[in-house]
């Protein structure tokens, strides 16, 4: 098994995501300090995770829930503390594993998972910040809700208690060229527009989208928070 990065090379590899991100920022007249970036942490090990965010990494996104609670068990209370994101599928089954686990959820894709994850968390007495999770390429298999179901799932966080509804995400479609994914992300900032029309005494205010290939596409049609893998971690299996 080759080593992971040091430090030193992850900071580099730090460095060089966030130049792209300011750059994107710039071209697109946006401030580049109202863009998150989260390091989509899937299989890269605990060990290397405490190294990013020694180096200035603050947010973490996980694709599964077991994966997330075996890291965050071996993380324990030594800070500093990462923001945990749950960045992949969440299925109604581990809704009462996230609610302990995650700052944020950006995957909810129904009314019926806002109805558990809130329950869930509610009882944990916990607060999370939600995103609903859109299917704006309309590709099967694809998880997500469709554009037409996006504002009634949006409807049932007026019955939560314990989620915090902050907006959309999307993923682009897989493809060599970045600008195959901007017809997606522009759906999903039309969408969370038409959002803030219908729920405005609400915060939404977060565009998750783009990843280590497209995110100046994403950051130029409006992302907020950044899903970045492979340009800070390295390949994975």
């Given at each position: 098994?080759?080593?992971?990065?040091?430090?030193?090379?992850?900071?580099?590899?730090?460095?060089?995501?966030?130049?792209?991100?300011?750059?994107?920022?710039?071209?697109?007249?946006?401030?580049?300090?109202?863009?998150?970036?989260?390091?989509?942490?899937?299989?890269?090990?605990?060990?290397?995770?405490?190294?990013?965010?020694?180096?200035?990494?603050?947010?973490?996104?996980?694709?599964?829930?077991?994966?997330?609670?075996?890291?965050?068990?071996?993380?324990?209370?030594?800070?500093?503390?990462?923001?945990?994101?749950?960045?992949?599928?969440?299925?109604?089954?581990?809704?009462?594993?996230?609610?302990?686990?995650?700052?944020?959820?950006?995957?909810?894709?129904?009314?019926?998972?806002?109805?558990?994850?809130?329950?869930?968390?509610?009882?944990?007495?916990?607060?999370?910040?939600?995103?609903?999770?859109?299917?704006?390429?309309?590709?099967?298999?694809?998880?997500?809700?469709?554009?037409?179901?996006?504002?009634?799932?949006?409807?049932?966080?007026?019955?939560?208690?314990?989620?915090?509804?902050?907006?959309?995400?999307?993923?682009?479609?897989?493809?060599?060229?970045?600008?195959?994914?901007?017809?997606?992300?522009?759906?999903?900032?039309?969408?969370?527009?038409?959002?803030?029309?219908?729920?405005?005494?609400w915060t939404l205010d977060q565009l998750s989208?783009?990843?280590?290939?497209?995110?100046?596409?994403?950051?130029?049609?409006?992302?907020?928070?950044?899903?970045?893998?492979?340009?800070?971690?390295?390949?994975?299996?």
């Amino acid at each position: 098994m080759e080593p992971g990065p040091t430090v030193q090379g992850f900071a580099d590899r730090l460095v060089a995501v966030r130049e792209r991100i300011m750059r994107a920022a710039v071209r697109a007249g946006r401030d580049p300090a109202g863009i998150t970036l989260v390091g989509a942490s899937k299989q890269v090990p605990v060990e290397r995770l405490r190294e990013a965010v020694a180096a200035g990494l603050a947010h973490l996104g996980e694709n599964r829930v077991q994966e997330a609670k075996s890291k965050m068990e071996a993380w324990g209370s030594c800070p500093p503390r990462p923001t945990w994101h749950l960045i992949g599928h969440l299925q109604s089954n581990k809704a009462r594993a996230a609610a302990l686990l995650f700052d944020w959820v950006h995957s909810i894709d129904s009314p019926d998972l806002v109805k558990e994850l809130d329950r869930r968390a509610a009882g944990a007495g916990r607060k999370i910040r939600a995103l609903v999770e859109v299917n704006a390429s309309g590709e099967a298999g694809k998880f997500g809700a469709t554009p037409e179901k996006t504002l009634e799932t949006l409807e049932a966080f007026a019955r939560a208690s314990a989620l915090e509804p902050r907006g959309l995400m999307t993923m682009g479609p897989l493809a060599d060229d970045p600008e195959t994914a901007r017809p997606a992300f522009r759906a999903t900032a039309r969408l969370l527009a038409e959002a803030r029309r219908a729920f405005p005494r609400w915060t939404l205010d977060q565009l998750s989208m783009g990843m280590s290939g497209d995110l100046e596409v994403a950051i130029e049609e409006g992302a907020t928070l950044i899903r970045v893998g492979t340009a800070l971690f390295g390949p994975r299996a």
